[in-house]
């Protein structure tokens, strides 16, 4: 279902092709001037559809059915695609002044997606659910081949676009704080603690992070925990709730204090 403002839109094409398609027009029409381009790529993602399976039929049967080699095929044409937006900047002279960020909103879906050494998928948070790439691209400002371990969320990328627009006076409340700044000003890194909490029914996936420590929850009839320490320990194959019980119970509160402020929306 696509929509141009609110009118309906017909257009025959791969949808990661049609969103590219889109990116560039606008980036031609608004070069000379500074802008702000969301480009909201939705693979890979079932329903698994290569860029060659126009006649390849999905229906309710295998709607999610995982597909290794499709998947594999769709992640190659994103990386291709994301290659003809950076491709139309620097055609127009614009790499030089443009932050490029390339990001995931979640894991992969198991277990058509490698986490390589992370545990768990898309729909936990386990690491392999909730970290993502996270790769920025600011030639003058942030020097090729640089690395940060810096913990961060994609919440943060708010605070730090509205930074790089000039903007001081936020709408209410603004939670993150300005990751970009960081990285060009070479700031030192510093803990954060951060929380997450997915609900699908009657699952509900929780979890805290303080520092290296990581606290799960998982909720299903019955309820699940686990203790991490990310910083020896980032596969989360060694559960530290039994051996560890202060900071269990330390990170248990923490999330409880959060949940009671924070109440889930569905």
């Known amino acids: 279902v696509l929509f141009r403002g609110r009118l309906p839109v017909h257009a025959k094409g791969y949808m990661t092709h049609l969103i590219t398609d889109a990116s560039i027009r606008f980036i031609e029409r608004n070069k000379e001037r500074p802008f702000f381009l969301l480009v909201s790529h939705e693979t890979p993602h079932f329903p698994f559809q290569g860029p060659g399976d126009e006649n390849k039929t999905v229906d309710a049967t295998n709607w999610t059915t995982p597909d290794a080699p499709t998947y594999v095929a769709m992640l190659e044409d994103l990386d291709h695609e994301v290659g003809r937006v950076l491709t139309s900047l620097d055609e127009h002279d614009l790499a030089e002044d443009t932050l490029v960020v390339f990001v995931s909103d979640n894991g992969g879906f198991a277990p058509a997606a490698n986490m390589g050494p992370l545990k768990g998928a898309k729909s ?55 990751l970009v700044g ?31 420590l990581k606290y799960v929850r998982k909720v299903e009839g019955e309820t699940e925990d686990w203790l991490y320490d990310l910083s020896a320990d980032l596969g989360e194959e ?11 119970a330390r990170l248990k509160k923490l999330l409880a204090d ?3 402020k924070v109440k889930p929306v569905r």
């Not at 890194?189 to 805290?208: M, N």
């Not at 060694?238 to 560890?244: F, K, N, V, Y």
């Open 124 to 178: 936990t948070t386990f690491e392999g659910g909730i970290r993502v790439p996270l790769i920025l691209r600011w030639p003058g400002k942030i020097e090729a081949g640089t690395t940060s371990e810096q913990v961060c969320a994609t919440f943060d990328l708010t605070r730090s676009f509205l930074k790089l627009a000039g903007s001081f006076t936020f709408p209410g409340r603004l939670d993150g704080f300005d």
């Open 258 to 260: 959060w949940e009671r």
């Open 182 to 212: 960081h990285l060009t000003r070479k700031k030192p890194d510093f803990p954060r603690t951060l929380y997450w909490r997915g609900k699908r029914g009657e699952r509900i996936w929780s979890a805290v992070r303080d520092g290296d």
């Open 238 to 248: 060694h559960d530290l709730s039994q051996s560890r019980p202060k900071d269990l």
